[in-house]
């Protein structure tokens, strides 16, 4: 698709925007741990986190990350399961395991560096437009656009694009969009300008357009339309699913699965067994059904002890805790992939996912212990 600048807009406006925008951003940039370098592999891993996920929540495990893998050789040489602990609470998983592939494959094919290839990359695991455009711009000043959440709102309002950006034609003009504002020199810095004024000033709410270097160009802000560009996301439609989880334990031990890898979600990660509960059995019926169904062991159910509460894409999930002790058969492999027993103290080791987290830290705590069994 073809950009079109907005009437009342010129080239001259454009490299007048360009300039003060970039002379904003080199006032104002936040000081973040991937910004002290042009390092493509810092710079790659930091945006493979912050997608889906905020500059807060990224900054500590970026350092976590960035201690253990410092560079991409090492990277490639790691683990999966060590890799996805290091991931654990971030969500998304399926980042991390793809970041571990490409890795594995540019430290294969170009054991000299970081190659600054757009092909090479874009034939990469995990590597869309957004990565292709932020790792190769801000590592390599490659002149190629990016759009995020950020981005497209400040795109949108400053040329008063009235339809929604994240869909459709939309999609496509943002990207347009993104393209032409681009200036020759500087682009990666361009790009981090856009996001960081849509993270700091032009927010989805309450933007600060006296505050903005891009107030006196801005259509939204002209025409006062900073409340309806872009158009708020439809909501979702959230399905409540009530869950059991099945705490078995065999002396000191408890079961501890592996999913397989071609799960939907929290591929290769450890949980206790869990499902959803039918309409037509009792929470222990439902146990005794989950153990039996997901690893092949008979238990005796005891009572539900804890109930962890969460939310994954449209489902909002109830997951009731119920202790069980082993009566009788030996793991089988099928739905999991893998069964370990573990003592408590050793639940910490494995990656989970959050809601997992929640029901391990509380079982590793020895009150719980106590209470629980
Ligand atoms: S003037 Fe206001 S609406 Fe326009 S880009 Fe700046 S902060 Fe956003």
Known sequence: MNFTLPEGWSGRTLSA???????????HRRDLPWRADRDPYRIWVSEVMLQQTTVAAVVPYFTRFLAAFPSVG?????????????????????RARHLLAAAKRLVADHPDGLPDDPAVWAALPGVGRYILGAVLSQAFD?????????????????????????????????????????????AGDFNQALMELGALVCTPTAPRCGECPLKAWCVANRDG??????????????????????????????????????????QN??????????????????????????????VDPGDERLTVKHGVTRFSITMACV???????????????????????ELADYPVSSPQRKLMTALAKPAAQRRLF
């Open 17 to 27: 925007a360009r300039a003060k925008l970039l002379g904003w951003f080199d006032r």
């Open 74 to 94: 090492v990277l490639a040489a790691a683990d999966e399961q060590q890799v996805l602990k290091l991931w654990e609470g971030l969500g998304y998983y399926r």
């Open 142 to 186: 490659r002149r190629l656009p990016i759009v995020e959440a950020n981005s497209l709102r400040v795109l949108a309002r400053l040329f008063g694009y009235p339809g929604d950006p994240r869909e459709g034609e939309g999609k496509a003009w943002v990207w347009a969009a993104a393209g032409a504002v681009l200036p020759a020199k500087r």
């Open 225 to 266: 339309l900073q409340d309806v560009i872009p158009p708020p996301k439809k909501p979702k439609d959230i399905v409540a699913v009530n869950e059991v989880g099945v705490v078995v334990r065999d002396g000191g031990h408890i079961l501890l699965c592996q999913r397989p890898a071609d799960a939907a979600r929290w």
């Open 269 to 298: 990660m450890w949980e206790v067994p869990h499902a959803a509960v039918r309409e037509d059995e009792s929470l222990t019926e439902a146990a005794v059904r989950v153990a039996k169904e997901l690893t092949g062991l008979d």
């Open 323 to 345: 202790e069980a002790v082993l009566r009788a058969g030996g793991f089988t492999p099928g739905y999991y992939a893998a069964g370990r027993w573990v003592t408590p103290a």
